[in-house]
Structure formats: C-alpha cells, structure tokens
C-alpha cells in the first residue's frame, strides 16, 4: 500500500503545477506559509485561498475555491479535519484534480468523496517533506537545496 501512495504523491507533485493552498496564513512564522512559500520557488504556481487576507506571498488570495478564476490542480488543505468535506465538495465542483491534507489532517469521509469523484488523495502528508523526498531520492537538490 506504501508504494501506491507514494506514487500518488510524486504524480501530483510531478505532474500538477497549480496548487490552491485553503488555509494559507499571511504570517511567515505558520507553517502553510513557509510550505507555500517553498512550493512557489520550487515552480509552483500558489494560489492562496484565506477569506481574511487581500495578498499573501504577492498573490492574491480568494475566499474560497469557487472565486479562483484560473485552473487548480490541487487542493492543498490546512484546516482542521472536521471542516474538510465542503472543502473537498468544493474542489469536486470546481474540476480539481487533486485533494492534499497537510499532516496532522486526517478525514476518511472526505477522502473518499473525493477519490468517489476521480480526485487523486493524499492525507496526513506534508507536501514540503514529500517533494524533499522525491527530490533526494532522484539524486538531485531542489531549486530551494542550491540557494
């Protein structure tokens, strides 16, 4: 099963560039910041989704997935596991193509939803440490390793 997982991991992170990040703090000392802020050097395009912020890391941020006007690949989400599923629903609605629950998010219900509709899953993954991973473990330095 391990190895199912961590190909459902690398293909998103190979494979999708466009990455809405629900939960994303304005403040550089939280976690979905520093997550976000690697992601974006790293080539990502990071679309911020917090009701309560106007810009987060020079992008701006939407109140929620239905307001981000361009494509979305993947649903990163940091909230807690009980406010999940209208995330989840939402991405569903608006053609994602991934759901990822930071680590520390677990919501099974949820999960399946979103695999139901043909969502590719991951949680209670960090997606910085997986593409650390994925990047060791193909011999090379992400852009991040060089500076």
């Known amino acids: ?3 199912i997982r961590i190909r459902i991991e690398e293909k998103i ?3 999708f560039r466009n990455v809405a990040v629900v ?3 304005s403040d550089p ?5 520093g997550i976000a802020k690697y992601l974006a050097e790293q080539g990502y395009n990071i679309i911020p989704v917090n009701p309560n912020a106007q810009e987060i890391l020079g992008r701006t941020s939407y109140p929620d997935l239905s307001s981000i006007p361009e494509k979305v690949d993947v649903v990163e989400i940091f909230r807690r596991s009980e406010d999940v599923m209208p995330i989840v629903e939402e991405a569903i609605k608006i053609g994602a193509r991934a759901v ?4 520390g998010i677990v919501n099974e219900e949820a999960a399946a939803k979103a695999r139901d509709a043909g969502l590719l899953v991951v949680m209670n993954k960090c997606m910085f440490k997986e593409h650390q991973r994925m990047t060791q473990e193909q011999g090379g330095m992400s852009r991040w390793q060089t500076k």
């Not at 000392?29 to 910041?33: A, D, F, M, N, Q």
């Not at 990822?100 to 680590?103: A, R, V």
């Open 1 to 3: 099963m391990e190895k």
């Open 13 to 15: 992170l190979k494979e």
């Open 23 to 25: 939960g994303l703090s």
């Open 29 to 33: 000392e939280k976690p979905s910041y």
């Open 100 to 103: 990822w629950m930071q680590e």
